[in-house]
């Protein structure tokens, strides 16, 4: 394919707010025509991951938790922040451990997304962990309210079929995840 759509040149950057956890710039970009915009926002986040955990005896490690957001509880993937200077791999190990207690297992990238590329800049690192074993208490971060929830590999499957998981990465994860190893158990029924 012959792709003529040319980068856009940065003139100018300033940030309005550097927080742990929100960074915001406002950039100034020239398009490849010579057409200026002067606003042109962008949230800063480091790179995330997500863990599509299961059991030897293949039920699968979730958490259930409260989404300010949004106001709503919600069971999802264990997830987290990749820290600086740390690795994926390294992080989605980490995060399982501390949010559920299980840890092992043989891991996978399942796939790597980004949730809005047009104003975000990080990627998310979606796993899978076969085998996975509990083996210690969870360690939650201070702003972390989450209870461990184990499903069936049929309730999983139901409850992404149900539409009420909100959460586009971990959806997107599980989508291929099902598709690719259970599609019987996605299929609409007829």
Not at 10 to 23: C, G, M
């Amino acid at each position: 394919m012959n792709d003529d759509i040319k980068p856009w040149e940065t003139l100018q950057s300033e940030y309005y707010i550097q927080r742990p956890w929100l960074t915001a710039r406002k950039d100034t970009v020239k398009l490849p025509d010579g057409r200026v915009n002067d606003e042109y926002w962008i949230l800063e986040y480091p790179s995330w991951i997500n863990i599509i955990a299961v059991t030897d005896d293949d039920r699968y490690v979730m958490v259930r938790q409260y989404r300010h957001g949004l106001g709503i509880v919600s069971t999802e993937l264990c997830a987290g922040v990749v820290e600086k200077n740390e690795e994926p791999l390294d992080a989605a190990r980490r995060e399982l451990a501390e949010e559920t207690g299980y840890t092992g297992g043989r891991w996978s990238l399942n796939c790597v997304v980004c949730a809005n590329p047009g104003s975000q800049n990080n990627l998310t690192y979606c796993y899978i962990a076969e085998g996975v074993k509990l083996s210690t208490s969870q360690h939650l971060d201070a702003n972390e309210d989450l209870r461990v929830e184990i499903l069936t590999r049929k309730e999983l499957a139901e409850l992404l079929k149900s539409g009420t998981m909100r959460q586009a990465l971990m959806l997107s994860s599980l989508w291929k995840y099902f598709g690719e190893r259970y599609p019987e158990l996605i299929m609409q029924d007829k």
